[in-house]
């Protein structure tokens, strides 16, 4: 039974560059959530994804969009990237569906992204 | 802004000693999770914890609820190297349902040999 999978592992891109970072969910899981994570911090909550549809957004600017496909894998795009967007970005599955409270999230083991 | 904060940022102990981690949080939530995290890798869920209850246990770990002090306790007894790793409580962004998360900074726990 695989896991979360992250694609790719590592990334070094110039600042003004876009980035696409790609994310297969756990087996049964149909929701994505992408959190941002910088050295020395706990991850940050970007966006969600459920049934191809954004449901809650953290506090990041619209230069960070994403997408869910038809088999729940999910994209995350960033636009015009930032010396200050060099992190460790997380993709995270979870099962939403019938459910009320939060169900524990499947962490992939995430993109490190280096911005120069 | 970051809801739950843990206590402290960092903790070095023996091995075989028990290690205790704290976190508070701000708003009213109806669960709050654990995770572990070892060095530049992704997290790993420990335990959930649901408003309605006040204490949990799974193997090694106990984790306690105080939704009055809006506070929250992991303990790890007989400590291990292998739990050299970073702790984070987590909380619903909304206070609950099927919501993104928020974490704190985490507690880096150091077992010594």
């Known amino acids: 039974d695989a896991g979360v999978t992250q694609s790719p592992t590592h990334l070094i891109k110039t600042r003004g560059q876009q980035v696409t970072l790609r994310c297969s969910p756990k087996?049964?899981?149909?929701?994505v959530s992408w959190y941002q994570q910088a050295l020395g911090q706990g991850p940050q909550f970007i966006f969600q994804?459920?049934?191809?549809?954004?449901?809650q957004r953290g506090n990041f600017p619209d230069r960070f969009s994403g997408h869910q496909f038809p088999n729940y894998s999910s994209e995350l795009n960033v636009n015009a990237l930032l010396l200050g967007d060099s992190a460790l970005y997380l993709c995270?599955?979870?099962?939403?569906?019938?459910?009320?409270?939060?169900?524990?999230?499947?962490f992939g083991n995430g993109t490190r992204l280096t911005v120069t | 802004s970051q809801q739950g904060e843990e206590d402290p940022q960092a903790l070095s102990i023996q091995e075989g000693e028990n290690a205790t981690m704290n976190c508070s949080y701000k708003t009213s939530i109806n669960n709050l999770q654990w995770y572990r995290q070892n060095s530049g890798r992704g997290l790993v869920h420990l335990i959930l914890?649901?408003?309605?209850?006040r204490e949990k246990h799974s193997g090694r770990l106990r984790v306690t609820l105080d939704t009055s002090k809006k506070s929250s306790s992991l303990l790890i007894t007989a400590s291990r190297a292998a739990d050299t790793a970073s702790y984070f409580c987590a909380t619903p962004l909304s206070g609950g349902g099927a919501d993104g998360l928020t974490f704190g900074k985490g507690t880096h726990l150091i077992i010594q040999p």
């Open positions: 914890i649901r408003s309605n209850e």
């Open positions: 995270a599955s979870s099962l939403r569906r019938g459910r009320a409270y939060n169900s524990p999230l499947h």
């Open positions: 994804y459920y049934e191809e549809e954004e449901r």
């Open positions: 087996s049964g899981h149909d929701t």
